[in-house]
């Protein structure tokens, strides 16, 4: 009696490691058409989601623009006001003074520019690395399909 449940455990262990190896090499046909609406929607919504950071985050951003630069602005006055000696040795002082707020400004408004633009270009970077693999993985598909195709032709 032991010994012909321990025959029958093994056949039911072969069985189903067969049955293992025979779902593993048949390939389980993917619903195109499920991973289409999903790049279509995740693409609605990733633009949605740029648009409102672009909208939101710009706003913030660009809404109090303090222009603190240039000959009028309060902190060359200060500057310039400290400059003392020849009139080159002011004019050069307060032209460096003048050439570093305008160097500040740029850097500032660089700033702004990439803390509006620069998620919406990465969330547009995965999306089309996304599209990219699924249409790698459609296309495989598709040719492991004519491979199979033709070899059942061959077969037959």
């Not at 389980?28 to 672009?54: G, S, V």
């Amino acid at each position: 009696m032991v010994t012909k449940g321990r025959d029958t455990e093994t056949a039911i262990v072969q069985i189903s490691t067969a049955a293992l190896r025979c779902g593993a090499q048949r390939e389980e046909p993917r619903d195109e058409l499920m991973d289409t609406a999903y790049l279509f929607w995740f693409k609605r919504i990733a633009i949605a989601l740029a648009f409102t950071w672009i909208v939101g985050v710009g706003y913030m951003q660009f809404s109090d623009v303090i222009s603190d630069y240039g000959l009028g602005s309060t902190s060359y006055q200060r500057g310039a006001s400290e400059c003392e000696g020849s009139y080159a040795s002011r004019y050069d002082c307060k032209s460096s003074i003048l050439i570093a707020g305008e160097n500040q400004a740029f850097f500032s408004w660089l700033m702004k520019f990439v803390i509006v633009f620069l998620p919406p270009i990465g969330l547009g970077r995965l999306y089309a690395a996304v599209r990219r693999r699924h249409e790698a993985e459609i296309a495989q598909a598709a040719r492991r399909r004519a491979m199979k195709r033709r070899d059942e032709a061959e077969t037959a």
